[in-house]
């Protein structure tokens, strides 16, 4: 089956307001640019959000999913990291957007058990804090005190440890960038990228896959299988090779002695 789309626009097709998205990538690494802009374009909002982070502020819109933000069409981001985004912080702590802050590895396997079918699982990360006992701030009111906060989850023992439950997350849609991908949505990721795409293209219900080489691949070098893909957009050479840097450091040369 062949899943090649010819645009960005047909590759986001069918995400409307409201809608929630697995957005894979680790920073500015293997973030799906493309899509995010065309889903941008799109002109809808009140997107909730699953990613480790939220893009970045830098150059004014933003970059990743910090375009999105910017652009006040997000409603809620579940993730593990703020970082250095200060728009993001500022929309969190103004009530503009409803945060749910997570253990990175509970993100990383909420969205694999979405994937595999599993609704819940149990972990050890977070018992003894909010994170298992509530509290933690969802949403603020514009003078910064607390509108929505988590609610408890459940905590039980096994063999004497503690361990609390976690849901599995499943969206409507993810967004997810590949180093290389064929026509049968069987995908391949480079380095860091490999971090949560795998893992955001399990949870989407429909899942988009933007790559930078379309061709045909060695079954033993696949990452992620065709079936958990939809839709490929291939992209043109200049758009595989923008790539946003999230910090940017200069190294003075070295006097030889």
Known sequence: MNKVVGSAAEAVAGVGEGASLAVGGFGLSGVPSVLIRAVLERGVGGLHVVSNNCGTNGGGSGQGLGELLAAGRIARVIGSY??????????????????ELIPQGTLAERLRAGGCGIPAFYTPAGVGTMVAEGGLPWRHHPDGSVAVASPPKEVREFDGVPYVLERGIVTDFALVRAAKGDAYGNLVFAKAARNFNPLAAMAGRVTIAEVEELCELDPDEVHLPGVFVRRVLPLTPEQAADKGVEKRTVTSAVREV
């Open 82 to 99: 703020i970082g250095e985004n200060k728009e993001f912080a500022r929309q969190y702590l103004a009530g503009e957007v409803e945060v």
